[in-house]
């Protein structure tokens, strides 16, 4: 690293907290799938600040929406109506088929107002005791960082030291449709769960799978909530994840590309039950719902079916996976995946998968790595078959050396 990098991380390792351990770049400047360092090194950016910047880095229709919307009005808080909300509703529940939009910041608020939502739900619908709600989650789940949240995760890293937790959680294995069913009992309200898991190394389930979780939800009465916070927006090729298996959740969970990122922007899409049963005052967000994200969201939806870019991920993501599993390397132990949320996932001997990461960037690729052996990638949904081609043989280049 050069002497400026080199300050650049020394300043954040003495005032940051050191919650995370980034590659050692520093940015500077993106454009479209291509991001540049302090050092006008050019990178493919094959994480997409985990699909938040799906429709690639600063797009120009997005930005001029956010700039003239920023001259006009940022915030009124939800104290007072706003003339970018109502279209925001409108067009995200047109797109969705959804009946009702409770409009959030960051995915763990979305994640939050879920769990608040089905809860209420539960007691004042389906007639669940008092304080006696249970929601049913996965093992290896990672639907965000918040205390509620981490208490039913299973990742030692996100829980330790950090309860006591609240209860009301139960966790089955993913992909197990009989271990579903016999979780459910009278008092379940829901069932949360990523269509594919992201954190956990870009898991997906057997086929077939999605199919009979929705109707063993709709035999019990269970609110199927999908956290496509990631996997949604055109990831994995489709609008939702959910449309692989043509099924509807009852609760659907989207963030990161609702802005494009530009802004945090998230929203719990769901049916008149679920969210009919808040009333004023039972929740909110002072900034969720401000004008300036709607107006941001709105681009952001736009543009992503506009510009053909689900169509895109479904044909570049068959491309780079094809590539992926093509290449013969005695480090891969699988590849997987599905549109543009892909993971190679190393044998144990070759080494960790941050090495790797480590050497993809002098390659000119941006990666990250996940649970030691994985390497994520998730390259904007603009990016060409060219840019397909030329990662693919740096990952090949760099899958074949042995750092273990």
């Given at each position: 690293m050069s002497s400026s990098v080199i300050d650049f991380v020394a300043t954040e390792q003495r005032f940051g907290a050191h919650n995370y351990e980034p590659i050692g770049v520093v940015l500077s400047r993106g454009e479209g799938v291509w991001v540049w360092d302090t050092e006008g090194n050019r990178y493919l950016d094959c994480l997409s600040a985990y699909s938040a910047v799906s429709q690639g880095h600063c797009h120009p229709k997005i930005l001029a929406a956010m700039i003239e919307q920023a001259h006009r009005l940022t915030l009124t808080s939800r104290a007072f109506h706003n003339d970018q909300l109502a279209p925001f509703y409108e067009e995200i529940a047109a797109l969705t088929g959804s009946h009702k939009v409770l409009p959030m910041n960051s995915g763990a608020e979305a994640v939050e107002s879920a769990i608040k939502s089905v809860r209420k739900w539960g007691y004042e619908v389906k007639g669940v005791p008092d304080g006696q709600a249970e929601i049913i989650v996965c093992a290896n789940n990672f639907h965000g960082r918040t205390l509620g949240i981490v208490g039913f995760s299973t990742d030692p890293d996100t829980r330790t030291h950090f309860g006591p937790f609240a209860p009301g959680f139960r966790v089955i294995p993913f992909g197990d449709a009989a271990a579903l069913e016999a979780a459910i009992t009278p008092n379940t309200v829901a069932f949360l769960v990523e269509p594919i898991q992201g954190e956990a190394g870009v898991i997906l389930p057997p086929a077939g799978y999605f199919t009979e979780v929705r109707e063993l939800c709709t035999a019990n009465n269970v609110m199927l909530v999908l956290d496509e916070i990631q996997t949604g927006l055109g990831r994995t090729g489709k609008l939702l994840a959910e449309q692989h298996e043509g099924i509807e959740a009852d609760v659907t969970l989207l963030g990161k590309a609702l802005s494009g990122g530009f802004y945090p922007v998230s929203a719990v899409l769901s049916n008149n039950d679920v969210l009919g049963t808040l009333r004023p005052g039972q929740h909110g967000s002072t900034f969720g719902g401000n004008p300036?994200?709607?107006?941001?969201?709105?681009?952001?939806?736009?543009?992503?079916?506009?510009?053909?870019?689900?169509?895109?991920?479904?044909?570049?993501?068959?491309?780079?996976?094809?590539?992926?599993?093509?290449?013969?390397?005695?480090?891969?132990?699988?590849?997987?995946?599905?549109?543009?949320?892909?993971?190679?996932?190393?044998?144990?001997?070759?080494?960790?998968a941050r090495r790797y990461c480590e050497a993809l960037q002098g390659m000119g690729i941006l990666a990250k790595d996940t649970h030691a052996q994985t390497i994520r990638i998730a390259p904007p949904l603009v990016i060409t078959s060219d840019q397909v081609d030329w990662a693919l043989e740096r990952l090949a280049s760099t899958l074949t050396q042995d750092f273990s």
């Open positions: 300036l994200a709607c107006a941001v969201a709105r681009a952001a939806l736009r543009v992503l079916t506009e510009e053909g870019m689900i169509e895109n991920a479904a044909r570049q993501g068959a491309r780079f996976l094809e590539g992926l599993k093509d290449i013969r390397a005695n480090t891969i132990r699988e590849v997987r995946g599905r549109g543009l949320m892909l993971a190679v996932e190393l044998h144990p001997e070759a080494g960790r």
